[in-house]
């Protein structure tokens, strides 16, 4: 199994472009989410997903778009790209709220 | 009060040490607890999950305090591949049953 994938590694964008960063899991998890890691504050729930076509904010959403068409896949949407995006940006699935979490190995996202 | 508060650190060890990580929690009513490690500009990794009863895989052993609201982790013998920060997690608060994550603390062992 390769767990939780993410796509792409590194990305560089300018202020106000938009972009798709993706996320699936082969574990057949029900429960999927979206985090921002930012210096000294930790991880920060974006946008959550409990099962396909059921999608919830979290805490930090503004800015964000995400969709759960099939169980597998959970892309993230960025709208319109600011600074105040740039982050580490962590996919984690399980098997439903409140179990422990597997994490993607990240995207780190520079806007310029 | 944060929902889940851990020290930074760092703490430096030195190789064999014993060291111990407390972190507390404000939700009275979570009923999961986890340990995950993270190394620089990795992934958080589940270490291990934290039972009532306590549970210990080799040299980490885990502790739950309820009436205190505290989770504790003890590394024993440790080790450099050891260093890392460990992110306390809790389940519940204004989350509801999704997990809140800890800021973590930061262990360096040293040769």
């Known amino acids: 199994n390769a767990g939780v994938t993410q796509t792409p590694k590194f990305q560089v964008l300018k202020t106000g472009q938009s972009m798709t960063l993706q996320c699936a899991q082969d574990m057949n998890h029900e429960y999927m989410s979206w985090y921002r890691q930012d210096p000294g504050m930790g991880l920060r729930l974006i946008h959550y997903s409990v099962g396909a076509g059921i999608t919830d904010q979290g805490e930090v959403p503004n800015g964000y778009n995400v969709s759960r068409s099939t169980t597998e896949d959970f892309p993230l949407r960025l709208l319109s790209a600011a600074p105040s995006q740039t982050s580490v940006y962590f996919c984690a699935s399980s098997y439903a709220a409140g179990y422990e979490q597997y994490f993607g190995p990240g995207t780190r996202l520079t806007v310029t | 009060r944060k929902e889940v508060e851990q020290d930074p650190g760092p703490f430096n060890v030195p190789e064999g040490a014993t060291v111990a990580f407390n972190c507390t929690y404000s939700?009275?009513?979570?009923?999961?607890f986890f340990w995950y490690r993270q190394d620089c500009r990795k992934e958080p990794k589940l270490l291990m999950s934290?039972?009532?009863s306590g549970n210990e895989d080799g040299r980490f052993t885990a502790q739950l305090n309820r009436a205190s609201q505290y989770i504790s982790l003890l590394i024993r013998d440790s080790k450099l591949s050891d260093s890392a920060t460990y992110l306390c997690?809790?389940?519940?608060?204004?989350?509801?049953?999704?997990?809140?994550f800890g800021t973590g603390t930061r262990l360096a062992v040293r040769p």
């Open positions: 997690v809790v389940n519940g608060g204004s989350s509801g049953d999704k997990l809140t």
């Open positions: 934290v039972y009532s």
């Open positions: 939700n009275s009513a979570s009923q999961s």
